[in-house]
């Protein structure tokens, strides 16, 4: 009775292992699949970006385009459209890292060894988080008082 369960447990084993390997084809369709998807996300958010930044825009023509307003409020609009427009640029940056990311875990999904997909996982990791950080500072930067 041992010889059968340890024998169905190695068969097991054996399967578990086998399933869990990804063949060439099925990586290349998870790697296509995950930066069709990274585009889509990109593209939507450069199209919010747009919007917010068009209408932050709008808002600094009007405040100009009244004869009463003080300069103070017009400066406070310029700063305003400044500031949106730093935070929808980060917003894109971190989308398009994030898509970049995912494309990088697939890859490393096809890796055969797991000390290797650790060490691909932690690249991708790593580099996500360089890229969010370089985003910060660049949002930071634009931004106004």
Partial sequence: ??????????????????????????????????????????????????KESSEAEAKVAEEQAEAGESMESRAEAEADAANVRAE??????????????????EKCDAMSGADQKEACQEQADAALDREKASATAERDALRTQ
Avoid: N, W
């Avoid at 060439?24 to 996300?41: H, K, Y």
């Fill in 88 to 105: 929808e640029q980060y917003k894109v940056a971190v989308t398009e890292a994030e898509g970049r990311h995912k494309i990088a875990k």
């Fill in 1 to 50: 009775m041992k010889h059968l369960t340890m024998v169905f447990f190695s068969s097991l084993a054996i399967i578990a292992l086998t399933a869990c390997q990804e063949t060439p084809q099925e990586t290349a369709e998870d790697v296509a699949g995950a930066a069709q998807e990274a585009q889509e996300e990109s593209g939507e958010k450069r199209q919010e970006a747009v």
